[in-house]
């Protein structure tokens, strides 16, 4: 079971941007408009932020918005903030393995 | 307020069973699919298994990690889910959490437990 490709980190000073890719083949990002985004603060569960691409569920800031092109989504948080220091994990529907989750990526805000 | 509860975790040796538990309030149990994802120590997501809800037909899928080892299942009258591991490995070892979602129409999973903790260890 192959896990969509994060980079391992990414960082930015607060009120900045920083974006976030999430690789995956023509079996699952490609081929689907299913890719979430989730936020996991350190000893908690995971939070949805991002569904279907671009899509924000109630709550959750407008700071915080997902993209796609090709086999690649992004997830981009405007306007930093100290509390958006978390690990964040691409997931997608797939049509070989029925669901993967991306590597995970650590955001620093500096 | 939506909530999931996971319980039944704990130190098991390898090679034997553990069944976890999935409660859910808050909503219609019935008309979503349950998933379970896991966490290792310092490590990313992996999804696990998946129960579709009856409108999809029930049906479950497993990750090739698990398959022939667990079993999910649901028991709709009482809004349990159940995974059920079995021949237990030292790579189990994880944070297990019951999400809502992830199937049946809804390719993303919305509603988190706050997980259960597994260790297989002799």
């Known amino acids: 079971q192959s896990a969509l490709t994060q980079p391992p980190s990414a960082s930015g000073s607060p009120g900045q941007s920083v974006t976030i890719s999430c690789t995956g083949t023509s079996s699952d990002v490609g081929d689907y408009n299913y890719v979430s985004w989730y936020q996991q603060h350190p000893g908690k569960a995971p939070k949805l932020i991002i569904y279907?691409?671009?899509k924000r569920p109630p709550g959750v800031p407008d700071r915080f918005s997902g993209s796609k092109s090709g086999n690649t989504a992004s997830l981009t948080v405007s306007g930093l903030q100290a509390e958006d220091e978390a690990d964040y994990h691409c997931g997608s529907y797939s049509h070989s393995n029925h669901y993967v989750f991306g590597t995970g990526t650590k955001v620093t805000v500096l | 307020e939506m909530q999931l509860v996971e319980s039944g975790g704990g130190l098991v040796q390898p090679g034997r069973s553990l069944r976890l538990s999935c409660t859910a309030s808050?909503?219609?149990?019935?008309?979503?699919?349950l998933s379970w994802v896991r966490q290792a120590p310092g490590r990313g997501l992996e999804w696990v298994s998946f129960?579709?809800?009856?409108?999809?037909?029930?049906?479950?899928e497993y990750a090739a990690s698990v398959t022939g080892r667990f079993t999910i299942s649901r028991d709709d009258s009482k809004g349990i889910a159940y995974l059920q591991m079995n021949s237990l490995e030292t790579e189990d070892t994880a944070v297990y959490y019951c999400?809502?979602?992830?199937?049946?129409?809804?390719?993303?999973?919305?509603?988190w437990g706050k997980g259960t903790t597994v260790t297989v260890s002799s």
């Open positions: 999400i809502r979602g992830g199937a049946s129409g809804r390719y993303y999973m919305d509603v």
């Open positions: 279907e691409v671009n």
């Open positions: 129960v579709r809800n009856k409108a999809y037909g029930g049906t479950t």
């Open positions: 808050g909503f219609t149990f019935g008309d979503y699919a």
